[in-house]
């Protein structure tokens, strides 16, 4: 173990404060991998872990493009790997013990291979609490680096193999735009497209916009760019990332340029599907709308956070809407595509959610008719807001208002299934299900799972499926 005096200022480690601050001034960098990184992973393999968004996802083809520049391979299991990566999340507690627990697990397998790398990035590594937490406990770990500087992974790989040091370096500034990174995409027919990065919303309960930095978008060329490409290559479908994707282009200085141009352009690049995530409600403009009803390669699905169904929770997690300013946005949103098919998030028990502030989530769900929605019990984040607001709603309460939530939820669910039964949809054919390898599984384009008998000559094209059964979850269909 390391001794209790260690020197903890000796490394880059994050500041929340720092963290909160937002300066003007975005770094543009272009990515070069010099040659001495080139063969440092040859015979050796890597394996990260992905926890959290797709922003998470996206980071983490990132970084297996560049293990892979440097002659890595990808582990086919946990025991044949050199280095292990978590790429975690912090935006809830339980997202964070699962990480505590899996760095707990992963001590045996390093006792077995002392020369096993340990490394932990993501949004965790951006929490000053967790950095402490792993310097003083968790002795090895042997790279920690964050969000910001995750293209600088081939030094911290080559310093923690060659000067047997451990690597903690995780800023807290607002985070450079790099372009260029290579990437190991994880499909061939679907892929993430970064947008924009950070979050300037600081919504009071959460930790995105300090693990994440300052809202900053790429420019338009670079995308157009990536996407052409992708085109060339056969791709079928691009999901648009970023925290606040409404928000892309409000940075640009001397461009009038925002998320409906980028889709209007996007649909002309012959990329088949367009869906992206995810939408701020307060943002979320006629440009946007327009796009829905104009682009006939905008998918008819939007994922739009509701948060809650009160006004004045909505108010006390400055989400910047009200319910009617909601309700209005998605009245547009069936005027343009009337078969839209709608999502949302949900936090139970914030605090001073009250008995009759829940009443009007549950109605407002019900009104919207939303097909899905992912529901949380609101989880206190050590650095923002709403972890002092006195909270007096006890465990049992906040679970019983998830189950209650879920009730409606899942109705929704099967609601958004029923409307497609002895219908043909199109299914962008992902690859065998995870439960029956003789199944086909696949998107329609409102965002179903599809399950299908087919051969695996249908993988990364879209087929025409009629839908036998439609069940909470998913559809069951034969190909028309
Ligand atoms: N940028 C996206 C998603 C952010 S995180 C957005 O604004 O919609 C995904 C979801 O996690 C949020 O929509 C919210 O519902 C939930 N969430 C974030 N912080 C949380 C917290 N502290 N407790 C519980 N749920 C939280
Ligand atoms: Fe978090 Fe709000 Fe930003 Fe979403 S918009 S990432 S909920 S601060
Ligand atoms: Fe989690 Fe970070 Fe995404 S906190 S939700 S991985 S932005």
Known sequence: M???????????????KQARM??????????????????????????????????????????????EKMGY?????ETDADIILLNTCAVRESAENRIWGELGRLKSLKRNNPNLLLGLCG?????????????KKYPYVDIVFGTHNLHQLPYYIKSAMFDQERVIEVYSYEGSIVENLPKARAFKHKAWINIMFGCDEFCTYCIVPYTRGK??????????????????????????????VNA?????????????????????????????????????????????ENCKHVMPHLHLPLQSGSNNVLKKMNRGYTKEIYLDAIKKLRQARPDISLTTDIIVAFPTESEADFKETISLLEEVGFEGAYTFIFSPRYGTPAYNYPNDISKNEQKGRLRQLNKVVNQGYLNGSLRFLNKTVKVLVDGFSKKDDTILSGYSEHNKLVNFQGDASLIGTIVDVKIKEAMTWFLIGELA
């Open 73 to 77: 391979q990808e582990a086919q299991s």
């Open 123 to 135: 949004c965790m590594a951006q929490e000053e609490n967790v950095v402490n937490r792993i310097l």
């Open 215 to 244: 809202e900053r978008s790429r420019s338009k060329d670079e995308i157009l760019a990536e996407v052409n490409d992708l085109v060339k290559q056969g791709y079928q479908e691009i999901t648009l990332l970023g925290q606040n």
């Open 22 to 67: 937002r300066r003007k001034d975005v770094n543009y960098l272009t990515f070069e991998l010099e040659d001495e990184f080139l063969g440092i992973g040859h015979g050796k393999n890597y394996r990260i872990q992905t926890y959290g968004c797709q922003g998470n996802e996206a980071d983490s083809e990132i970084m297996a493009g560049l293990f």
């Open 248 to 292: 892309y282009g409000k940075d640009f200085k001397d461009l009038d340029y925002t998320f409906g141009d980028l889709l209007v352009d996007l649909d002309k690049t012959g990329i088949e599907r367009i869906r992206f995530t995810t939408s701020h409600p307060r943002d979320i403009d006629q440009k946007t709308i327009t796009a829905f």
């Open 2 to 16: 390391m001794s209790k005096d260690i020197d903890l200022e000796k490394y880059f480690k994050p500041d929340l």
